[in-house]
């Protein structure tokens, strides 16, 4: 078993805000993050598959086909975008880097043809990242 | 348990084509990496060792042993080669970064596990990056 990764960046706006609670609450929980506005970051994400080498090509996938995946479902749908309000999934839940990491992980997982998805590590900045193995 | 990592620096020229497939199927699966001529890449190799801290030394393993092990059994074989054409490993197996990663595994073992002074220290995982958008991983299993 060897594990293949590829990485790609995309920037896109957020900002975070609970209408369920308070607005006093929204700007306790999040700070500066809650400014109606937004605010944006060049996220990196990483994608983890897990497979074994063809011994006929040395590979475990054509890493064409993963940037291809990359770019038709996730930054088609994210990059330069505002994620509150232009990604259907993120108008009832947060955009947390949490909650997007686990939203790219639903949106590979079941178009992956080749190996299997391992882990979702999303960095927000470079000093903040998120991993998700599926559970 | 504690897991050391160092990271070590090789560039070399490679070409992925198999002489068991047609032209026409080499140049379908690997693309541009099939140019005859070769391409190159800085790689960056990530080896970690996995074990106890010694009382005595404070210290998983000898960095020195692994700088020396690394540098005779990866650098001086791969730094500044031609894989293919100069490398005996890739005579007859193709130069994908997971071949060439699983490679680097198999020669460092030996010098890791059950080492002189290595206090019970394992190779644990080798990290290889072609490019920085794209690295390989293989982890010992046990």
């Known amino acids: 078993m060897i594990h293949v990764t590829r990485r790609a960046e995309f920037s896109a706006s957020h900002y975070y805000h609970n209408p369920e609670l308070s607005a006093e609450e929204n700007r306790r929980i999040f700070g500066k993050c809650n400014n109606p506005h937004g605010h944006g970051h060049n996220y990196t994400l990483e994608v983890t598959v897990a497979g074994e080498v063809d011994p006929t090509t040395g590979m475990v996938l054509d890493l064409k086909d993963l940037k291809k995946l990359l770019e038709d479902e996730v930054l088609e749908l994210m990059d330069h975008k505002f994620l509150n309000k232009e990604v259907p999934v993120f108008a009832t839940k947060i955009p947390t880097t949490e909650n997007i990491a686990v939203e790219i992980w639903k949106l590979i997982a079941s178009k992956l043809s080749f190996g299997k998805l391992h882990r979702i590590r999303l960095y927000e900045t470079p000093d903040l990242f998120v991993d998700y193995y599926g559970e | ?142």
């Open chain 2, 1 to 142: 348990m504690v897991y050391l990592t160092r990271r070590y620096r090789f560039s070399a020229a490679h070409r992925l084509h198999n002489d068991a497939l047609s032209a026409e199927e080499n140049a379908r699966i690997y693309g541009k990496c099939n140019n005859p001529h070769g391409h190159g890449h800085n790689y960056v190799l990530d080896v970690t060792v996995a074990g106890p801290i010694d009382p005595a030394t404070g210290m998983v393993y000898d960095l020195a042993r692994l700088d020396r092990a690394v540098q005779a059994e990866v650098i001086e074989r791969f730094d500044e080669t031609n894989l293919n054409l100069d490398v005996e490993n890739f005579q007859t197996r193709v130069p994908t970064t997971e071949n060439i990663c699983m490679e680097i595994f198999k020669l460092l073992r030996p010098h890791v596990d059950g080492s002189e002074g290595s206090a019970g220290a394992r190779l644990n995982r080798v990290r290889l990056e072609e490019t920085s958008s794209n690295f390989i991983e293989y982890q010992s299993v046990g």
